[in-house]
Nanobody, 126 residues
Framework: QVQLVESGGGLAQAGGSLRLSCAASGRTINRAIMSWFRQAPGKEREFVAGISWIDPSNYADSVKGRFTISRDNAKNTMYLQMNNLKPEDTAVYYC????????????????????WGQGTQVTVSS
């Protein structure tokens, strides 16, 4: 059984930084599309960043230049480094996995992902 467990969320001030981690178990992420999504109260879940094993990483326009996604296949873990945080980054952040052996394209719709973590809260104060 696949499990994705996020950690690293918390409270930060505007301009500050946080690093999220997503540890996978039950399946190797070597050939998975791994992505971060977020959901603020009253809003739909939205794509934040994604990484495959071939294609360049993909970012939402709202986080480009501030967030960096990475992966450590040896640790079966994905990360999201979030710098220059803004109050509008406040949301529950979810990691997601799409088990695609042959197609490395990064998908941006939640429905295209197979497994999800439980989410971690990120709150940015102004």
């Amino acid at each position: 059984q696949v499990q994705l467990v996020e950690s690293g969320g918390g409270l930060a001030q505007a301009g500050g930084s946080l690093r999220l981690s997503c540890a996978a178990s039950g399946r190797t992420i070597n050939r998975a599309i791994m992505s971060w999504f977020r959901q603020a109260p009253g809003k739909e879940r939205e794509f934040v960043a994604g990484i495959s094993w071939i294609d360049p990483s993909n970012y939402a326009d709202s986080v480009k230049g501030r967030f960096t996604i990475s992966r450590d296949n040896a640790k079966n873990t994905m990360y999201l480094q979030m710098n220059n945080l803004k109050p509008e980054d406040t949301a529950v952040y979810y990691c997601a996995a799409r088990w695609s052996l042959f197609v490395p394209a990064i998908k941006t719709r939640p429905v295209e992902y197979d497994d999800w973590g439980q989410g971690t809260q990120v709150t940015v104060s102004s």
